[in-house]
C-alpha cells in the first residue's frame, strides 16, 4: 500500500509538472497573443461626413451624405460617433414634392431621411472653420458633446466628403473653399495630437484626387472619385423630384457596402475596384502609400463600421505579470475538444434568414454574453 | 518715338489717311455690311446652351392633362366677355376664387395724347383682373407671372381658358416656391403698364390706377400667352421689347427645350428651323430671321406684352399659338404641359436670370449672335465716319499750317484754296446748328400740342392731324433758309463747311454710338443708310445726286423702305400705297409709344437725329 501511493503521487506529481509546462507553455503562447491583441489596431471607430453644398440643385451630394451616414450606421457606429454636416435644406425645401424625404434611388425607392437622422452641424454652421475646428479637436468649451470629435490614438475614422471642387480645392456653401493644403496640415496636427491610429478620407467630387496630393501624415488611406482634370458625374436623375439623386462613385460604393456586414472580411483592395471607369465615366483614384499596413489586410469593418474584436479563450490570461500565475485545471474532458475559432460577431446567416423575435434575441444575447467577456478585458 | 508723337510717321500717317481715304472708307463700309451678312452663317453663330446652373435640364415630369377644362373655361369667358361687352370682370373674379386663388382687380384708366385709329378716344378706362397663388411652404418673397391679354373681338379666349385651367392644377401642387400670379389684362399694353407701375409703385407714365391691393413679392420671370384656337400647330415666341431690350437667353432656350421635349413645333419670327443648315437656301432663311428680329428691335415697339415687364429688370417673353393648315395638330394639354414644365424649371431659380446673354440676335431659334461678335460690324461703319472727320480735320489743320509745311507735303487741292479766304470764326456755325434743332424740337413739340388746331382747319380726324404735321414739318425743314452765314461773312466759304461737315460726323457718330449700345439693330439700321452719304456729301460737285441720296437716307425714307423690307420677309408683299398707309401708322405708333410707354426712338430721331440730318443737307447747299 505505501509503496503504490509513493507511485501514484510520483505519477501524479510528473503529470502535474508536465501539465504545468505544457499549460505554463500554451499560457505564454495565449499571453503573447493576448499582448498582440492589445498591440495593433484600433480599439473604436468614427465617422465624419460632410457634405458642402447647399441649395435645391445639390439635392444629390445631401444624398450621398446621408446614405453613407445610413451605411455607416448600420454597420455598427452609432450616432455619438458619427459628425454629420448637412446642409440639410433638402427635405424641408418648398421645392421638395415629398417634404421630409430625401431619396438616394429613383422611382422614391429609399427615403435615406428617415425618421432618426442625427445631424450634429447643418445649414450654415457647415464652413472651413468649423470643420477645421472639429477634426483638429480646437472648439469652444460650450460646444455641445455632439458635435465634437472625440477621438484618441486608438480610433480610426472615415472622413467622407463630397460637393463641388476643382484642381486643389473644395466648395463651402458657395462662398468659401478650403484647399489641399489646409487638409492636410489639420491631419498633421491630429497625428501630432494622436487623435488618430489610422484615417480613411474618400472624396466625391471633380478633380477629387486633387484634394488627397498634399497629405503628408502616416497612416492615411485616400480614394477620391476622379482625377485631376475630369469631372464626377451625377446619377439617378429623377422626374418626379426634378433633380439628380446621387452621384455615380457614390452610388456604386453603396451598392458595394450593402453587401458588407459587420462579420464581412472584404478588404480595401476591392473597394478600389469599386466603379471602374466604365461605369462612373471618370476614374476613381486612390493613395495608399502613406499607410503602414498593407491594404489586403485592411478590412472594410475596420472604418465603415464598429466592429468589436474579440478573441475567444480556454485559458485565464494574467494581464498583469507581476501577479503569481496559478495553475490553470483545464477540465479533462475537453482536452481533446475542437479546435477553437473566432466566433461569428453577429450570427447574420440566422438573422437574415429567420425573421422571427425570437432567434433575433437569441443571437443578441449570445453577441451580449460575448461582449461580457472581453468586456473588462479591453480597455475602451 | 512713338506712332503718334514722332513728326515723320504722324506725316506719313496722315498722308495714308489723306490719300487713301476714300478706298479705306469703302473698304470699312464693305467689312461692316459683310460682317453683319455673316452672322447668320452657322460657324459665326453658335448653338445655344442653357447657363443657369439651377434651371439644369428639362428633367421634370408633366402630368397637366386638363386641356378640355381650358376649352370650356375659354367657351364660358367668351360667352360672358360678349354679354359684358368688354373684360369680364365680375366673371373673372369669381373663377379665379373658386380656384382658390387671392384676387384682386385693379381699375386704370389713360389719356391718350391724341386718340388713334384703333381707339378713337381720348380716354381709354379698363380693369385687370390678377389672382396670387401663394407658394404653401414659401415666404412670399418671390413670383412669377403668367399673363393673358384681354383684347378686343373674338382673341384670346384659349389663352385665358388655359391660364385658368393651369391655375388650378398648379393650385394643387405642394412643391411651388414662388408665388404665382395669373393676370388678365384689358387694352392690352396700356393694361400691362399700368398693372407694372402699380405693383412696382412707380409713376413713369401718367397713368392713372387705383394702386394694386395684392403684391407677391419681387417678380422673378414672367411668360405672356396669346392662343386664339382650340388646337394649335406651332408656337411662336416674341422676345422683342420696349426700346430693343431683349429678355435673358435662357428664357428663350428654356422654351426652346421644353418644345422639343413635348414635340410641339416652335418658331421664331413665325419661320420653323430648316435641319440642313450649311445650304444656301438655309443661309438666305438664318438671314431672313435675323433681319425680321432686326427690324423688330429698330423699331423700338414691343412685340407684344412681355416687352414692357423687360424695363424693371423682369425676363418675360411672349408665347403665341398659331393655328396653320400643317397637318399636325397639337391639343391644349400638350401646350399646358409645355408651359407647366417651364415654370417648374422657373421655380427651381435662385436668382434671377442673369446667367446668359442679355444682348445677341437670334438668326434662328439654336442658334444665337452675342454682342461681342455683332458689335464690330457696327464699328467698321462708325470707322468711316472717323476716318472721314480726321480727313477733313487734317485738310482744316493744313490751312492753318504755314507755307512751309505746305511745301513739305505738296498736297493740293481744297487746302490751297482754303488758305486764301478770310477764316471765318465759329460763329458762322452757330445759325445753322440754332435752326436745325430748333426745328427737331419743333417736329418733337407741335405735332401733338397743335393737333387741335390743325383739326380745326382741315377736314382730317386727330391722329391723321398729328401725324400729317410730323410730315409737314419734317419736310419743311427742307426748305428753311440756310444762308445765313451768308449775311455775316460773305460768300460760303470752304472752311466754313468742312468744319461743320467735321462737326456733323461726329455729332452723327456720337448719336449712333449711343443709341447703337442701347439698341444695336435702331443704330445699324440708321449706320447702314446714313453714315456712307454723311461721308460723301460736300457742296462741290454733283449737287443734285448728293441731294437725292440725302433724301434717300433720311430716317423718315428709312422707315418706308423698312416697311417695305419687313412686308416683303413676312411674305405678305404690299403695294406703295399700302406701304404709305403703314409708313403714317407706324409715325403714329411711334408718337404714341412714347407717350403712352416711354419709348426712346421718336424723340431720339426727332430731337437728335434730324436735326443732325439737317446739319448735313446745310453742308449740302452751303454754296
Not at chain 2, 360678349?82 to 389719356?111: C, D, H, I, S
Not at chain 2, 415654370?343 to 434662328?364: C, D, G, M, T
Not at chain 2, 460726323?505 to 453714315?531: D, E, H, K, P, R
Request: proline fraction near 5%; include cysteine.
Amino acid at each position: 500500500m505505501a509503496a503504490a501511493v509513493p507511485a501514484a503521487r510520483w505519477a501524479r506529481a510528473a503529470a502535474a509538472l508536465l501539465l504545468g509546462c505544457c499549460g505554463a507553455a500554451l499560457a505564454s503562447g495565449v499571453q503573447d497573443q493576448a499582448e498582440q491583441f492589445f498591440k495593433s489596431g484600433h480599439t473604436n471607430n468614427w465617422a465624419v461626413l460632410v457634405c458642402t453644398s447647399r441649395f435645391w440643385f445639390n439635392y444629390r451630394h445631401v444624398a450621398n451624405t446621408l446614405s453613407v451616414y445610413r451605411s455607416v450606421k448600420r454597420l455598427g457606429i452609432p450616432d455619438s460617433h458619427i459628425v454629420l454636416m448637412l446642409a440639410d435644406d433638402m427635405a424641408c425645401n418648398p421645392r421638395n414634392p415629398k417634404p421630409a424625404t430625401v431619396f438616394s434611388h429613383k422611382n422614391m425607392e429609399l427615403n435615406v431621411y428617415g425618421d432618426d437622422v442625427e445631424v450634429d452641424y447643418r445649414s450654415y454652421e457647415v464652413t472651413v472653420e468649423n470643420f477645421l475646428r472639429v477634426l483638429t479637436g480646437r472648439i469652444p468649451p460650450s460646444t455641445p458633446r455632439s458635435k465634437r470629435l472625440l477621438s484618441d490614438d486608438r480610433s480610426n475614422i472615415l472622413i467622407y466628403m463630397t460637393g463641388h471642387g476643382g484642381n486643389g480645392f473644395l466648395k463651402f456653401q458657395d462662398s468659401e473653399e478650403i484647399t489641399n493644403v489646409e487638409l492636410a496640415d489639420a491631419f498633421e496636427q491630429m497625428w501630432q495630437k494622436r487623435r488618430y491610429n489610422e484615417l480613411l478620407f474618400i472624396i466625391d467630387t471633380c478633380q477629387g484626387a486633387s484634394m488627397y496630393e498634399r497629405f503628408y501624415s502616416p497612416n492615411i488611406m485616400a480614394l477620391a472619385s476622379s482625377q485631376v482634370g475630369e469631372d464626377s458625374l451625377s446619377h439617378q436623375p429623377d422626374l418626379g423630384i426634378g433633380v439628380h439623386l446621387m452621384d455615380r462613385y457614390t452610388f456604386y460604393v453603396l451598392e458595394f457596402l450593402e453587401e458588407i456586414h459587420p462579420a464581412s472580411q472584404t478588404n480595401m483592395n476591392d473597394l478600389f475596384q469599386v466603379c471602374p471607369k466604365s461605369l462612373c465615366v471618370s476614374t476613381p483614384g486612390h493613395r495608399t502609400d502613406l499607410f503602414q499596413r498593407d491594404p489586403q489586410n485592411v478590412l472594410i469593418t475596420d472604418f465603415f463600421g464598429s466592429v468589436r474584436k474579440v478573441e475567444i479563450t480556454a485559458e485565464t490570461i494574467s494581464l498583469d505579470p507581476n501577479l503569481s500565475a496559478f495553475e490553470s485545471k483545464p477540465p479533462k474532458d475537453e482536452l481533446a475538444a475542437e479546435p477553437l475559432k473566432y466566433a461569428e460577431q453577429l450570427p447574420v446567416a440566422q438573422i437574415i434568414h429567420q425573421c422571427g423575435d425570437i432567434a433575433v434575441l437569441d443571437s443578441v444575447f449570445l453577441w451580449n454574453s460575448m461582449e461580457e467577456t472581453s468586456a473588462h478585458d479591453m480597455k475602451k | 518715338m512713338g506712332l503718334l508723337s514722332d513728326p515723320y510717321r504722324r506725316r506719313a500717317l496722315s498722308r495714308l489717311i489723306l490719300r487713301l481715304n476714300t478706298p479705306l472708307c469703302l473698304l470699312s463700309y464693305v467689312a461692316g455690311l459683310g460682317w453683319f451678312l455673316a452672322l447668320a452663317l452657322p460657324p459665326v453663330a453658335p448653338r445655344t446652351y442653357m447657363s443657369e446652373n439651377a434651371m439644369g435640364s428639362t428633367m421634370v415630369e408633366e402630368q397637366f392633362a386638363y386641356g378640355e377644362r381650358a376649352l370650356s373655361y375659354a367657351r364660358e369667358f367668351a360667352g360672358h366677355k360678349k354679354k359684358a361687352g368688354g373684360m369680364p370682370v365680375a366673371w373673372l373674379e369669381k373663377t379665379m376664387w373658386n380656384l382658390g386663388l387671392e384676387v384682386y382687380k385693379q381699375p386704370f384708366a389713360r389719356t391718350l395724347p391724341f386718340p388713334d385709329e384703333t381707339r378713337e378716344r381720348y380716354m381709354v378706362k379698363g380693369t385687370n383682373v390678377y389672382g396670387i397663388l401663394r407658394a404653401p411652404r414659401a415666404a412670399s418673397t418671390e413670383s412669377l407671372v403668367l399673363s393673358v391679354p384681354c383684347s378686343e373681338g373674338q382673341h384670346n379666349h384659349q389663352a385665358v381658358g388655359l391660364m385658368l385651367a393651369l391655375a388650378s392644377y398648379f393650385r394643387g401642387q405642394i412643391y411651388w416656391a414662388k408665388d404665382i400670379i395669373f393676370l388678365v389684362n384689358e387694352h392690352d399694353l396700356l393694361g400691362m403698364e399700368a398693372w407694372l407701375e402699380a405693383y412696382h409703385d412707380v409713376n413713369i407714365t401718367e397713368m392713372q390706377s387705383s394702386g394694386t391691393l395684392g403684391r407677391a413679392g419681387a417678380i422673378q420671370a414672367a411668360v405672356s400667352l396669346e392662343l386664339s384656337s382650340d388646337v394649335v400647330t406651332s408656337f411662336d415666341v416674341a422676345v422683342e421689347g420696349l426700346n430693343g431690350q431683349l429678355p435673358n437667353l435662357d428664357l428663350v432656350n428654356l422654351f426652346h427645350a421644353f418644345c422639343q421635349k413635348n414635340g410641339l413645333l416652335c418658331t421664331i419670327q413665325g419661320k420653323l428651323q430648316r435641319s440642313d443648315w450649311d445650304t444656301l437656301p438655309a443661309y438666305a432663311h438664318s438671314l431672313q430671321t435675323l433681319l425680321l428680329m432686326v427690324l423688330k428691335q429698330g423699331s423700338g415697339r414691343p412685340q407684344g406684352d412681355h416687352g414692357l415687364f423687360l424695363r424693371y429688370h423682369i425676363e418675360a417673353i411672349t408665347l403665341r399659338g398659331i393655328n396653320s393648315f400643317r397637318q399636325y395638330k397639337y391639343d391644349m394639354s400638350t401646350v399646358g404641359k409645355t408651359l407647366e414644365g417651364m415654370f417648374r424649371k422657373l421655380n427651381n431659380l435662385l436668382e434671377r436670370l442673369h446667367q446668359s446673354y442679355f444682348f445677341y440676335l437670334l438668326p434662328s431659334l439654336s442658334r444665337f449672335v452675342s454682342i461681342s461678335v455683332y458689335m464690330p460690324a457696327f464699328g467698321f461703319l462708325i470707322l468711316i465716319l472717323i476716318l472721314k472727320a480726321l480727313d477733313l480735320w487734317m485738310k482744316l489743320s493744313k490751312c492753318d499750317a504755314g507755307p512751309a509745311e505746305r511745301l513739305w507735303d505738296g498736297d493740293q487741292g481744297a487746302a490751297h484754296a482754303a488758305v486764301e479766304e478770310p477764316r471765318p470764326g465759329l460763329l458762322t456755325l452757330v445759325p445753322p446748328l440754332l435752326i436745325c434743332h430748333a426745328t427737331g424740337l419743333t417736329l418733337y413739340f407741335l405735332p401733338v400740342l397743335g393737333q387741335h388746331v390743325a383739326t380745326q382747319h382741315f377736314p382730317v380726324s386727330e391722329a391723321e392731324a398729328v401725324v400729317l404735321t410730323v410730315i409737314a414739318i419734317y419736310v419743311a425743314g427742307l426748305a428753311l433758309p440756310h444762308n445765313t452765314h451768308r449775311v455775316l461773312t460773305g460768300s460760303g466759304s470752304d472752311r466754313g463747311w468742312m468744319t461743320l461737315k467735321l462737326l456733323s460726323l461726329l455729332y452723327l457718330a456720337m448719336q449712333l454710338g449711343c443709341i447703337a449700345l442701347v439698341n444695336f439693330s435702331l443704330g445699324f439700321l440708321l449706320a447702314v443708310t446714313m453714315v456712307p452719304v454723311a461721308a460723301a456729301v460736300q457742296p462741290t460737285g454733283p449737287r443734285y445726286l448728293y441731294a437725292a441720296l440725302l433724301v434717300l437716307v433720311t430716317p423718315a425714307v428709312t422707315l418706308l423702305l423698312g416697311i417695305f423690307l419687313y412686308q416683303e420677309l413676312i411674305e405678305y408683299p404690299v403695294s406703295v400705297l399700302e406701304c404709305w398707309q403703314l409708313f403714317l401708322q407706324a409715325v403714329a405708333g411711334g408718337l404714341l409709344d412714347h407717350y403712352l410707354y416711354g419709348s426712346v426712338v421718336f424723340p431720339f430721331v426727332a430731337i437728335f437725329l434730324y436735326p443732325c440730318w439737317l446739319l448735313l443737307w446745310n453742308v449740302l447747299f452751303w454754296k
